[in-house]
């Protein structure tokens, strides 16, 4: 635990203008972004008496070892600034808001030359105009079938419309009027684009002026005895009033706003957010959060409008947004949302009428959100707490392991041998943290020996790391709690190739390192063998502060180092419970890379080998010889007749077939004839 003293910047230092802080660990990794008016007013507040803070508070200046600040013109670039590093450190100490990512969202595809309707999920994309969120797709579903007889878009994909415009022949929505069929020409790609900005328009809120022309064209169809064209518009008119009557009306007829409730308790948020366009609710989210820093409501409002609107632009940020409480510097707030937006957007608390009456509503859907988290987590929480203290008592470590990484190796007969590695922390997997290895320093089938291997990779950039930062200098005597001991000499690099998924150790900029955080237990998917084969890797590296256990698989017997007899746990343990689903979780995670891997070299072939050989030309190679086999057998100078080879390719390919010996023959096995290779390809 740090003093916050020694770090502390000496007087007159600290600007007394607007910026953004962060707070670094002794590691570098940044644990806490902030924004002020006055930094030198702000960062006084962190450097008093700790017993005058906020616990959480306390928890974070003892945490960190220094403090950095960048001034800003203003407070609205300091908004800008603390969500953008917010977004890029991912600071342990800032309340995040659990993403929903999840919510399905009535999408139109405006960046295509024929605009199509579609259920979307996941991150936005550009050129892509959204409507929702929706708490369920089929609602998507059922309001787009009743609207596509008014405004008949394309809904197909890529794959059908291509297939469609190859054949002339629309597809079925095309033959019963819901859907214009540009895939055959039946519109021209402008008039479809129009039918697209209709949708919008409508999805959007204008809905009164749709309505009142088609009841004018219906009253003048049956005018001029046109009665086929005016029943059709009449049921098109009471189609678009079924898809408005899913939303009901809240607000006048004309208001686009958000509204942002909050229900809160000492340790957790949960917000909700209503999405009002053209006085209907057109989509609801919900988040949850762990309040991990001392902030109140104002400063949860500003979290929630940090993430619901730093991605957005145009008119995905409303008129009008409603909240609880006013941030600290609302109008800062409100001037970073018109920037967005590109013009002005009213940041406000209702006072009275329909607007405060739907905020009420909002509130009561956030206190059930919070109600019904908290019931779901209580009991989780406890069954995670109990299974990390049952592990603990059993292999007799002082506290319960928070993080514990989990180790398996992957083959097919001693091929493409792999390993994984997983993480759990709190009793809950990290999969941002999992880690794929391929085994470098040997062929064949050895899983001590792989174990080794893998276990010595991971704790050597560990090592690495720690000498980045200086940890492994000896401290004096007295001066501060004892390190673990150095290894002698430097640290060793690690034994072949880095792991595969982890680069070179990254400078300094805050980011976590990927192999920076060590567990307090160790768990491999074997036996003694490969248990005694992980704790000589981490004894060799001088690493004598991790647990090391071993899961194995018949009888689930949990193994120690240097112990002839396992540890058995009660079946009914949650603490055997959790070590089997850590230990399922890197099978899966290995078998799955090792299948990837072996499919992708069974897809190999020879001219894989020859420099310089796109896909495109190889396609080109395959497609006029017929197969790899005839190719084999083709002269150079019939080579060089493949458009777009020329004769040095067409003898690097000649030369890269003749040096590979051709697979043997496949045999059916039912009449022992030989299958002749005609495919478009070769194992090897």
């Not at 390192?513 to 084969?533: E, I, N, S, T, W």
């Not at 090391?548 to 058995?568: I, N, S």
Request: aromatic share 6%.
């Amino acid at each position: 635990m740090a003093d916050p003293s020694s770090y502390r910047p000496k007087p007159g230092q600290i600007p007394d203008s607007p910026g953004v802080y962060k707070f670094r660990d002794e590691h570098r990794r940044v644990i806490y972004v902030g924004k002020a008016k006055n930094l030198r007013q702000r960062l006084a507040n962190y450097f008093q008496d700790l017993a005058g803070l906020h616990p959480r508070t306390r928890t974070m200046v003892t945490t960190a070892a220094s403090v950095e600040w960048t001034v800003v013109s203003t407070e609205v670039e300091a908004l800008q600034l603390e969500y953008s590093w917010i977004k890029e450190y991912d600071p342990r100490f800032n309340v995040k808001y659990r993403d929903d990512k999840s919510y399905p969202y009535l999408a139109v595809t405006l960046n295509e030359e024929f605009p199509r309707v579609q259920v979307m999920r996941g991150a936005k994309k550009k050129g892509v105009r959204y409507f929702g969120p929706y708490g369920h797709a089929w609602a998507i579903r059922e309001t787009v079938d009743l609207m596509l007889r008014v405004f008949p878009v394309r809904t197909c994909s890529a794959g059908v419309f291509k297939n469609a415009a190859r054949t002339g022949r629309p597809c079925l929505l095309g033959y019963i009027g819901k859907c214009s069929a540009p895939c055959v020409g039946r519109v021209t790609p402008e008039e479809h684009r129009e039918l697209a900005d209709d949708f919008c328009d409508f999805m959007a809120g204008r809905t009164g002026a749709y309505i009142r022309r088609l009841e004018k064209d219906m009253t003048a169809a049956a005018e001029e005895m046109e009665y086929e064209r005016a029943a059709r518009l009449r049921d098109d008119a009471e189609a678009l009033k079924r898809a408005m009557e899913k939303s009901a009306v809240v607000l006048a007829d004309a208001t686009d706003a958000d509204l942002i409730a909050v229900a809160e308790d000492e340790l957790e948020a949960a917000v909700q957010i209503f999405h009002v366009r053209g006085g209907r609710v057109r989509g609801q989210r919900g988040w949850v959060t762990d309040k991990v820093e001392n902030v109140d409501t104002s400063g949860l409002v500003e979290h929630a409008l940090q993430q619901l609107y730093g991605e957005e632009a145009g008119d995905a940020v409303p008129k009008e947004v409603l909240v609880p409480a006013l941030p600290e510097d609302p109008d800062a707030v409100s001037q970073w949302l018109a920037d967005r937006r590109g013009s002005q957007v009213s940041l406000r608390i209702p006072q009275r009428g329909d607007k405060k009456d739907l905020m009420a509503t909002v509130q009561r859907n956030a206190q059930q959100a919070l109600g019904l988290h908290k019931t779901k987590r209580a009991s989780d929480l406890t069954t995670r707490s109990r299974a990390l203290e049952e592990i603990a008592e059993a292999l007799g470590l002082d506290t319960a392991p928070l993080r514990i990484e989990c180790f398996d190796i992957s083959h097919l007969q001693g091929d493409d041998v792999v390993a994984s590695m997983v993480v759990f922390e709190d009793g809950l997997a990290r999969k941002g943290e999992y880690r794929r290895f391929q085994i470098k320093t040997f062929e064949g089938q050895d899983d001590v020996r792989s174990m080794h291997e893998v276990i010595g990779r991971r704790f050597r950039r560990y090592l690495h790391e720690k000498e980045a930062t200086g940890e492994w200098e000896e401290t004096p005597a007295g001066t501060g709690p004892a390190r673990a001991p150095a290894p002698t000499g430097p640290v060793p690099a690690p034994t072949g190739p880095a792991p595969d998924s982890a680069a070179e150790p990254r400078e300094d900029d805050g980011r976590p390192k990927r192999f920076a955080y060590p567990p307090q237990l160790l768990v491999v998917d074997g036996g003694q063998p490969q248990v005694a084969a992980a704790k000589r890797a981490l004894d060799e590296l001088g690493i004598d502060d991790i647990a090391v256990c071993g899961l194995a698989k018949r009888l689930e017997e949990v193994w120690l180092p240097d112990d002839d007899d396992p540890v058995v746990l009660p079946r009914s343990s949650e603490g055997l419970y959790l070590l089997q689903r850590i230990r399922d979780e890197a099978h899966r995670f290995a078998i799955t890379y090792q299948r990837a891997k072996r499919a992708k070299r069974i897809r190999s072939s020879p001219l894989d080998e020859v420099a310089g050989l796109g896909d495109t030309r190889k396609q080109a190679l395959i497609k006029h010889f017929g197969s790899v086999k005839k190719l084999r057998q083709a002269t150079i100078d019939e080579i060089c007749e493949v458009p777009g080879i020329g004769r040095r390719t067409a003898e690097s390919v000649a030369v890269a077939l003749a040096s590979t010996t051709p697979a043997a023959p496949a045999v059916n096995t039912a009449t022992g004839e030989i299958i002749e290779e005609d495919d478009g390809g070769s194992t090897t």
